[in-house]
């Protein structure tokens, strides 16, 4: 018998096993051999508890993902039962199972519009990558092969595999030691306002500078020609390029010129949906469109199986199974459809739906943006941004110029250790940190949120003063 829950590990013991043979996703060695990783051993509502017994606020969701938060017994019991029940059958032509069938029609009644048919597959990066396949085959059907291009954003981040790799947009993605898909696949301006050298040379206006966003991305199909071009992909919001909330009107305008041109417009709801801003799904509910595909995973389970789906219209499912004796689409895992991701999901459904989880991340989400809002006021924070659950703050040197401290203050690492230190758990993500809890979040806890990263921050200014590196 596996021994952890007999108390018998040796937390030491763990910790070097991890550093010497687990190869964690985006390590950088240097750091990684030193200091390997925090270990997490349990978790219970929005808190998580280290190896040591020391416990922490968790202001992550996990990542972007434990939306009905820790210890949900209804989600566990559906996944124990339907592994006892049956734990696998193969999804492959001619057989299926309950829960995925269950899931299907689930979701089809909540995502928008004609969006009724969904490819399931093990996260996010393989549900963006099928994405890519649907569109490319159903063009192809209609006898428009060569719609193959790609366009997406910098900033964008769409996964890890070769492909959605590539059509991540994050510059720091772009390691010099990794190929990258680049022929086929485009970037256009990331619709970050705050930080637009375009816009703030040229003095623009955010209507100003949505306007030369839809007009680059218009550019950018005629360039390549629009019967080359497959999609669009676009998060709502912006999670890991730094929570960027595109400027009034972007989504429904960019959508437009998609259709204009026949390209496929694909919603990356992987953070945005399952409750994050307030709905099952934010393409619709807050930004007013109908994507052609929306593309989920994370939420979808709270984290508790992994799983993604793709989610597209009845009018490309026509498309792709017209009769043809070649119509095979030859795209699909082992685990599509997987019995207990999908009993996973509908139990995270069937919680949400009974607290009404959308309700209260709707009736809390303003309270923490005005929280955080006050940050304001500390000297090195620039800007707060996001929406409800999904909000990161913004560290500088100067707030009139925006010019960012020094590359040696690490400022947002150095933040989110000391906020670690004092019981809360943020992301640092260059100059930033983000900020995505559970969505069970109360009042009392927001407020312990927020006044830890405020003790966090005022930590570091400290920090950087003793080491000369912030004036102010
Ligand atoms: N798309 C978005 C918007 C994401 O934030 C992520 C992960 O953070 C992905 C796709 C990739 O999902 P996964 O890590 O489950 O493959």
Redesign the pocket.
């Known amino acids: 018998v596996w021994a952890a829950d007999l108390g018998q590990v040796d937390p030491q013991d763990i910790w070097r096993k991890d550093r010497d043979h687990f190869v964690h ?1 985006w390590t950088h060695f240097d750091s990684f051999k030193q200091d390997g990783s925090l270990v997490m051993d349990r978790a219970e509502g929005a808190y998580v508890t280290d190896i040591s017994g020391k416990r922490y606020l968790d202001g992550i969701g996990g ?3 434990v939306n009905a938060g820790y210890g949900r017994k209804e989600i566990v019991e559906a996944i124990a039962a339907q592994a006892m029940r049956m734990p696998f059958y193969n999804p492959f032509v001619d057989t299926t199972n309950v829960p995925a069938a269950e899931l299907s029609a689930k979701l089809a009644s909540l995502a928008p519009g004609d969006l009724n048919k969904v490819f399931y597959t ?7 990558d099928t994405a890519v396949r649907i569109a490319h085959y159903y063009h192809a059907r209609r006898g428009k092969k060569s719609k193959m291009h790609v366009i997406s954003r910098i900033d ?6 070769y492909l ?1 790799g590539s059509i991540t947009g994050r510059p720091g993605d772009r390691s010099p030691y990794l190929n990258f898909l680049d022929g086929w696949i485009h970037h256009v301006s990331s619709p970050n306002f705050y930080r637009s050298e375009k816009a703030r040379q040229e003095d623009m206006s955010e209507a100003e500078f949505c306007d030369h966003l839809v007009q680059e991305l218009e550019d950018k199909i005629l360039e390549i020609g629009a019967d080359n071009v497959a999609c669009f992909f676009a ?1 709502p919001i ?3 390029g730094g929570v960027i909330v595109p400027p009034p009107g972007y989504h429904a305008r960019t959508l437009e010129v998609c259709k204009r041109h026949d390209v496929l417009y694909i919603s ?5 949906a399952f409750g994050r801003l307030g709905h099952f799904f934010a393409s619709k509910d807050v930004f007013g469109i109908e994507p052609d595909m929306i ?1 989920t ?2 939420g979808l389970t709270s984290g508790y199986q ?1 799983l ?1 789906a793709c989610i597209f219209s009845d009018r490309i499912y026509d498309a792709m199974s017209a009769p043809d004796p070649d119509g095979w689409f030859t795209n699909g895992y082992t685990y599509s459809g997987h019995p207990v991701a999908c009993a996973a999901a509908l139990a995270n459904i069937a919680l949400m739906e009974r607290d009404d989880i959308c309700g209260h991340v709707r009736k809390m989400g303003p309270y923490l943006e005005k929280k955080l809002n006050e940050l304001l006021d500390l000297p090195i924070v620039g800007q707060v941004r996001g929406k409800h659950f999904m909000m990161c703050v913004e560290n500088v040197a100067d707030k009139a110029t925006r010019e960012h401290l020094p590359d040696a203050a690490n400022i947002g690492k150095r933040i989110s250790d000391h906020c670690e230190r004092l019981g809360l758990i943020v992301r640092p993500l260059g100059a930033l940190n983000v900020i995505s809890p559970p969505l069970t979040l109360t009042e009392p806890q927001i407020d312990e949120l927020v006044g830890i990263l405020r003790k966090g921050i005022e930590a570091a200014m400290q920090d950087l003063r003793q080491e000369g590196l912030l004036k102010a």
């Open positions: 996703p990542l972007w993902c093990c996260g996010g990066s393989t549900a963006n964008a981040y769409h996964g890890s595999t959605t998060e912006m999670g890991a990356d709801e992987v953070v945005t593309v995973a994370k992994p993604g």
